[in-house]
């Protein structure tokens, strides 16, 4: 059973650095792409960053030139340094690995980690 584990969350203040990690235990294979997401109290979760197994990656407009995802691929682990936070980043944190391409694509998520960015 393949299970991801976050940490690296916690309370910060504004214009401070966090560094999230998440680690998949269990057998995957074929991993795709490596991800981070998150969700603000009322409002739907949104993708933060994304990294393919090729090294792409993609950023939300909010993020970009802040936060930086990066993955080992021989840990089956992904990380996002978060860089000059702000109070609108405060958000539960979950990262999302993708197993597959298209129609037989597979998601698995974490359990989230909080952050919360004190202004």
């Known amino acids: 059973q393949v299970q991801l584990v976050e940490s690296g969350g916690g309370l910060v203040q504004a214009g401070g650095s966090l560094r999230l990690s998440c680690a998949a235990s269990?057998?995957?294979?074929?991993?795709?792409?490596m991800g981070w997401y998150r969700q603000a109290p009322g409002k739907q979760r949104e993708l933060v960053a994304v990294i393919t197994s090729g090294g792409s990656t993609r950023y939300a407009d909010s993020v970009k030139g802040r936060f930086t995802i990066s993955m080992d691929n021989a840990k089956n682990t992904v990380y996002l340094q978060m860089n000059s936070v702000r109070p609108e980043d405060t958000a539960v944190y979950y990262c999302?690995?993708?197993?597959?391409?298209?129609?037989?694509?597979?998601?698995?998520w974490g359990q989230g980690t909080q952050v919360t960015v004190s202004s």
């Open positions: 999302n690995f993708r197993v597959g391409v298209g129609a037989a694509a597979i998601g698995y």
């Open positions: 269990g057998s995957i294979f074929s991993i795709t792409a």
